[in-house]
């Protein structure tokens, strides 16, 4: 698979087969997700990688009642161990902390998807409440929860905003007439939306 498919075939699954991901897929997906950026290299994200039914329970109770989640057969908790990247770049730190864990979180996605599985970021949820249910340590954040397991649903790409109403050149407020390599995308959506008629 092209990571042009990953991108475009990616979308948040919240219903799922019942099917088990062998925990070496899991470790597959991360081992190649975590050469995502970081900040200084610090690579401050840890994953609590939880399989068990009861505390699958607990987070999708945490997480504002998004019972959904129980249908993943895994849920891999992003935390972000902060403490050093605030040493490192003061009031910056928390900013980047966070923006690490989110690019690690969507290497995850996109790798998953590859392998022919389905993901949703799930970021509603009491960061309390979450420690608790899995003993994550005070000074460590949950901050995404991602669900994983082989899809039960089929969903076509993903509404998305123009590039024209997204972007400016060179300065705010100056549109982008044409982007000439934006057809080849537009031809890729167009033959994947295809798939569903
Ligand atoms: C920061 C963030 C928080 C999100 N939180 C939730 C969530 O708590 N529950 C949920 O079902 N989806 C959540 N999503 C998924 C978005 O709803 C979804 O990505 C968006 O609607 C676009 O749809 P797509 O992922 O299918 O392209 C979250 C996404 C992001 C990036």
């Known amino acids: 698979m092209q990571l042009k498919d990953s991108i475009l075939g990616r979308r948040s699954i919240r219903r799922y087969k019942d099917r088990e ?3 070496s897929l899991v470790g597959e997906i991360i081992e190649l997700a975590k050469h995502a950026p970081s900040s200084g290299n610090l690579q401050n994200w840890r994953f609590v990688i939880v399989t068990d039914m009861k505390k699958r329970e607990k987070l999708a109770e945490a997480s504002l009642e998004q019972y959904w989640m129980v249908e993943a057969p895994i849920h891999i908790v992003v935390c972000n161990d902060y403490e050093k990247v605030k040493e490192h770049y003061g009031k910056m730190g928390r900013m980047y902390s966070i923006q690490n864990c989110a690019a690690v979180a969507y290497a995850i996605m996109l790798v998953a998807q ?5 993901t949703c970021w799930v970021g509603a949820f009491d960061p309390e409440a979450v420690q608790r249910e899995l003993n994550i340590p005070e000074n460590m954040d949950p901050e995404i929860i991602i669900t994983l397991g082989y899809s ?3 969903k076509m790409p993903a509404l998305r905003e123009t590039l024209h109403y997204l972007s400016y050149f ?4 100056n549109r982008v007439k044409s982007f000439s390599t934006v057809d080849d995308v537009k031809k890729k959506l167009k033959s994947i939306k295809k798939r569903f008629k």
């Open 114 to 118: 590859e392998k022919g599985l389905g």
């Open 21 to 23: 991901v062998p925990l």
């Open 152 to 154: 039960n649903d089929k």
């Open 170 to 173: 060179e300065e705010w407020g």
